[in-house]
């Protein structure tokens, strides 16, 4: 007799009705024992503020010309726009809002995960929308004051646009790209770069396939065309009251402050806080006081930052982006739950070691913190679990034929890699858990046919 087909009796509205439980129960546990403390990470109570005071701003008619696009430089609208309407929503209770706000959209995630991980072979899609209403990363990251969540939703969006568009190109689905990749960049610059590189790759797809035509050019020109309409606002007001044409001030501060340090680290072992320390006294030794111009003193940094990679050459920046990248894909979403993150221990980036390998080490093996040490290592359990089983969803995609689209979803992972570099944390890994979602479908999938047969 032939093997049976594996199926799911688990339906969609099931699964997603689960995964809003899950993300609204665990953040309302967290807020009845913790309060705010624990819907906040390290950066929450700055954007908290700020979108505080915004909120306060506009209802007394304190906004105007282009403060309407944030108070501060570091928030992009969106983010700035739905934490402030949360506080003009529900006063106090604006944080408890706003993550539930972000359970939702987490749990429309999931249905995008459906959705995507469909394209490739329906028998993938509820296996994947299962992995994604458990995955602990999403859950709690959906449950702190960050604006991963809803980037992340847009990221699903424009990913699953763009496979559609691979598939049976349109004017909606080019609409939908642009969109979704435009509504992202106001929530995070991360994905601007990528944007306008996958919109050629898609044109690229259709010129190898010998089917590209004139209304294909038109539609993703559209596309790009949203995109750097949602973007240049943001580089206008920049330039009206700075004079730069970027999109944020950000970029020397986490050269100088994050990469150099962790680069040296990997170097030769030294602490980064040192080179920290470091580089802070030679740019102001440089330049002197920091500048009312913000984008003035991210220039300075990334004088200071590139002139120190130059010295200490390409290999050991290599093995930081290495090290950064395996930690960023196998470090527990569990980690960065405030009542984890919030138990006294010393931190990762502050751990001793002669190198990152030994930091490592002694960060898994020889916490000062038992507790902490118990559910990391349940934790890279689980997740060394599932990268295996999404190992294996990679063999069922490739199977699928579909090859454009998984090279756009290897693509983004590396892309997203590199872009974190040396810098690690599940937060950081994000952006990518709708496309390791699908992996995980994909693969739970494949065994469970080959158990079958």
């Known amino acids: 007799m032939a093997a049976t087909q594996p199926s799911f009796r688990i339906t969609l509205p099931a699964v997603l009705l689960a995964a809003l439980a899950l993300r609204f129960g665990y953040a309302l546990i967290l807020y009845l024992t913790m309060g705010d403390d624990g819907l906040t990470g390290l950066d929450s109570l700055d954007y908290l503020r700020f979108a505080r005071t915004f909120a306060a701003d506009a209802a007394n008619g304190k906004i105007g010309g282009w403060q309407w696009l944030g108070v501060n430089l570091h928030m992009m609208p969106f983010f700035t726009w739905l934490l402030a309407a949360c506080f003009a929503i529900a006063g106090a209770f604006g944080p408890l809002l706003y993550v539930l706000v972000q359970?939702?959209?987490?749990?429309?995630?999931?249905?995008?995960?459906?959705?995507?991980?469909?394209?490739?072979?329906?028998?993938?899609?509820?296996?994947?929308?299962?992995?994604?209403?458990?995955?602990?990363?999403?859950?709690?990251?959906?449950?702190?004051?960050?604006?991963?969540?809803?980037?992340?939703?847009?990221?699903?969006?424009?990913?699953?646009?763009?496979?559609?568009?691979l598939q049976a190109p349109s004017t909606k689905t080019a609409g939908l790209i642009g969109i979704g990749l435009g509504a992202a960049a106001l929530f995070r610059v991360l994905i601007v770069?990528?944007?306008?590189?996958?919109?050629?790759?898609?044109?690229?797809?259709?010129?190898?396939?010998?089917?590209?035509?004139?209304?294909?050019?038109?539609?993703?020109?559209?596309?790009g065309i949203i995109l750097a309409l949602c973007v240049a606002p943001i580089m206008l007001r920049n330039h009206a009251?700075?004079?730069?044409?970027?999109?944020?001030?950000?970029?020397?501060?986490?050269?100088?402050?994050?990469?150099?340090?962790?680069?040296?680290?990997?170097?030769?072992?030294?602490?980064?806080?040192?080179?920290?320390?470091?580089?802070?006294?030679?740019?102001?030794?440089?330049?002197?006081?920091?500048?009312?111009?913000?984008?003035?003193?991210?220039?300075?940094?990334?004088?200071?930052?590139?002139?120190?990679?130059?010295?200490m050459g390409l290999l050991p920046a290599i093995k930081a982006w290495t090290f950064g990248a395996a930690i960023n894909m196998a470090s527990p979403g569990l980690l960065i739950s405030p009542p984890v993150s919030q138990l006294p221990r010393t931190g990762f980036f502050s751990t001793p070691g002669a190198g990152m390998a030994e930091k490592i080490v002694n960060f898994v093996f020889h916490s000062d913190n038992a507790r902490y040490a118990q559910l990391l290592l349940a934790g890279l359990a689980g997740v060394a679990l599932i990268r295996l089983i999404q190992l294996a969803g990679v063999a069922a995609l490739y199977r699928t034929g579909h090859m454009a689209a998984l090279f756009l979803c290897a693509a983004w992972i590396a892309y997203v890699l590199v872009i974190n570099g040396p810098v690690a944390s599940p937060k950081y890994r994000l952006p990518v858990e709708p496309v390791l979602n699908v992996l995980t479908g994909a693969g739970i999938a494949l065994l469970l046919r080959r158990k079958a047969a």
């Open 241 to 311: 009251q700075y004079g730069a044409l970027s999109l944020t001030p950000q970029g020397g501060m986490h050269l100088t402050r994050w990469i150099v340090p962790l680069v040296k680290e990997a170097k030769d072992g030294t602490p980064w806080d040192q080179t920290y320390a470091l580089m802070e006294k030679r740019t102001e030794e440089r330049f002197g006081p920091l500048s009312n111009n913000p984008f003035e003193n991210s220039r300075r940094y990334v004088e200071i930052g590139n002139e120190a990679m130059r010295e």
């Open 103 to 165: 359970g939702a959209v987490d749990t429309w995630t999931c249905l995008l995960v459906h959705r995507i991980a469909g394209h490739f072979d329906n028998r993938f899609a509820i296996p994947a929308a299962i992995a994604a209403a458990v995955n602990p990363t999403q859950i709690v990251m959906a449950g702190l004051v960050y604006s991963d969540t809803p980037f992340v939703a847009l990221v699903a969006l424009s990913m699953l646009a763009s496979l559609r568009w």
């Open 193 to 223: 770069p990528w944007g306008f590189v996958s919109i050629a790759f898609l044109a690229l797809v259709m010129l190898v396939r010998g089917q590209f035509r004139p209304h294909h050019a038109t539609q993703l020109a559209g596309a």
